[in-house]
C-alpha cells in the first residue's frame, strides 16, 4: 500500500549553447519535503532568487557602475518578460495557495516562464511514499535482527586434559 507523503521540486532551465541551434536542459536545483507548504514556500523563494539574478537592480553593490543595461521594453514585449512573471508568481498569495490546494489533490504543479534567452520550469510533485519499508534486495545480506534463523549459541571452551 503506498500513500503520498512526499513533494518533490525541481528548477530547471533550457536554452541554446553558445548560440547554436542545439538547446540543453539544466537542473538549477531539486528539493524534497514530506510537507506541502514548506516545499511550495521553498519554490517561491528560488523563483525570486532567479529573478534577482536574471533582472539585478543596476545599483547592485557586486555590479560595477556601467556594466547593467536596461533591456528594451520591445524585447521583453515580443519574447516575454521571465524575471517579471516570476516575481508575479512568487508574490501573488492566491497563485500559491492554488499551488497548494493542487498539490493536496495529489495533482502537479508547473509554472513555465520563457523570454529571448531561453525557458525556466518550476516543478512540484507529489511522490509515493511507501508505507512500509520494501523487503531488501535479493542476494543481499539481512540485518541480524530481520534474519529468520535464531542466533547461534555462544559456545564456552571447554578444557583440554593435559
Known amino acids: 500500500m ?21 538547446w540543453v536542459r539544466v537542473v538549477l536545483a531539486t ?21 534577482a539574478r536574471l533582472d539585478p537592480q543596476p545599483r547592485m553593490h557586486w555590479c560595477p557602475r556601467n556594466a547593467l543595461r536596461p533591456v528594451p521594453d520591445v ?23 492554488a499551488v497548494i490546494e493542487l498539490l493536496k489533490r495529489g495533482d502537479p504543479f508547473a509554472l ?23 523487503p531488501p534486495p535479493p542476494g543481499r545480506a539481512l540485518d541480524r535482527w530481520q534474519r529468520s534463523d535464531p542466533p547461534l549459541k555462544r559456545q564456552v571452551p571447554v578444557p583440554l586434559p593435559h
Do not use: C, K, N
Open 75 to 97: 524585447v521583453s514585449d515580443r519574447t516575454g518578460d521571465v524575471p517579471a512573471r516570476l516575481r508575479e508568481w512568487a508574490e501573488s498569495r492566491t497563485e500559491q495557495r
Open 2 to 22: 503506498t500513500r503520498t507523503s512526499s513533494y518533490l521540486a525541481e528548477i530547471a532551465a533550457e536554452g541554446a549553447v553558445y548560440g547554436r541551434e542545439e
Open 112 to 134: 513555465t516562464a520563457s523570454d529571448h534567452t531561453g525557458m525556466y520550469t518550476f516543478a512540484l510533485r507529489p511522490v509515493p511514499v511507501a508505507a512500509t519499508p520494501p
Open 31 to 51: 528539493r524534497e519535503s514530506p510537507y506541502v507548504r514548506p516545499i511550495a514556500r521553498w519554490l517561491s523563494d528560488q523563483a525570486l532568487r532567479i529573478a
